[in-house]
Structure formats: structure tokens, C-alpha cells
């Protein structure tokens, strides 16, 4: 599975963007779809995750209620739309899947940067 995000940028506090990640390639094959990021200076944190079947959501304290994750999978793709946005959300935005059975995200996406000006 081949995966690529797009759609960061900079927008202002309390400001929306949505970001898409298409996939290509044995896309019948994954199980999840997630979202991390990593800040400059930080390890990399789960952001959120759907799971490709049933479209079940699943997200970190710090975003819920202002992010929201969908998928479409007859277009093969995925999104994460971020609302309320603050400095603290300021990072590199990756797309990754894991496969039926694993635990592990194994496929990954090259990242799109989103930067929140405060």
C-alpha cells in the first residue's frame, strides 16, 4: 500500500484545515487507517485512526472533539478534518495503515506540514 498525504499549510488559531491521504496499491488489504504527527523537537504522536470496514473512529485526548477522521473507500482515501486549531497542533501530519491482523503501522505516508500561527 502506497500512501500520500496532502493538504497542510498555514492557517491562523482557531482556524480548519482538512487534510487528505490517498492510497494506492493493495488498498483491499489494510485494516486501519491513522494519523500521527510529530513537532520539531518531539517523538511522534497518534493522532487518530479509522478502521477501513466499519469506519469506527478512535482519537487522542488532545484532539478529540475538534478533529474528525473519514474515509472514502471507494475513492481510496482518507481525511482528517482539523477544526479549532491551535499552536500546539503545529507539526508534520502523517498518514499510515496497518494490515488485518497486525498491530503495527508498517505503511506509511511522506508527511504534510501544518503550521498554526498564533
Known amino acids: 500500500v502506497q500512501l500520500q498525504a496532502s493538504g497542510g499549510g498555514l492557517v491562523q488559531t482557531g482556524g480548519s484545515l482538512r487534510l487528505s491521504c490517498a492510497a494506492s496499491?493493495?488498498?483491499?488489504?489494510?485494516?486501519?487507517m491513522g494519523w500521527f504527527r510529530q513537532a520539531p523537537g518531539k517523538e511522534r504522536e497518534y493522532v487518530g485512526s479509522i478502521r477501513r470496514g466499519d469506519g469506527v473512529t478512535n482519537y487522542a485526548d488532545s484532539v478529540k472533539g475538534r478533529f474528525t477522521i473519514s474515509r472514502d473507500n471507494a475513492k481510496n482515501m482518507a481525511y482528517l478534518q482539523m477544526n479549532s486549531l491551535k499552536p500546539d497542533d503545529t507539526a508534520v501530519y502523517y498518514c499510515?495503515?496497518?494490515?488485518?491482523?497486525?498491530?503495527?503501522?508498517?505503511?506509511w505516508g511522506q508527511g504534510t506540514k501544518v503550521t498554526v500561527s498564533s
Open positions: 496499491g493493495r488498498t483491499s488489504s489494510y485494516y486501519r
Open positions: 499510515a495503515a496497518r494490515d488485518y491482523g497486525s498491530s503495527e503501522y508498517i505503511y
